[in-house]
């Protein structure tokens, strides 16, 4: 599946004007940069463990909303 939208981004993308294309690229930049500092990576590992156990032991609680306080302030 996501070599099918892969290949569908290709195809759209080769057709851009160079303008399009130079547009493309820096959305695409600034989101990458975005991404880099937006969301420290132990956060990002600490979710990503929680649901796999969660999926190991579908009778636990997802605590996330008790962590909300804790990510506004990183988000501030």
């Known amino acids: 599946m996501m ?3 892969a ?5 759209k ?4 004007s ?9 959305m695409v930049e600034n989101l990458e940069m975005q991404n880099k500092y937006s969301v420290p990576q132990f956060q990002i590992d600490e979710v ?4 796999e ?5 579908p009778k636990t609680k997802l605590d996330f909303y008790e962590n909300v ?8």
């Not at 160079?18 to 820096?26: G, H, I, R, S, V």
């Not at 990503?48 to 649901?51: E, T």
Request: glycine share 0%.
């Open 3 to 5: 070599n099918a939208t």
């Open 7 to 11: 290949e569908i981004l290709q195809h």
């Open 13 to 16: 993308i080769e057709s851009f």
């Open 18 to 26: 160079p303008d399009l294309l130079e547009t493309l690229a820096k």
């Open 48 to 51: 990503l463990y929680r649901i």
């Open 53 to 57: 156990f969660h999926r190991e032991n």
């Open 69 to 76: 306080s804790e990510l506004e302030k990183s988000f501030a």
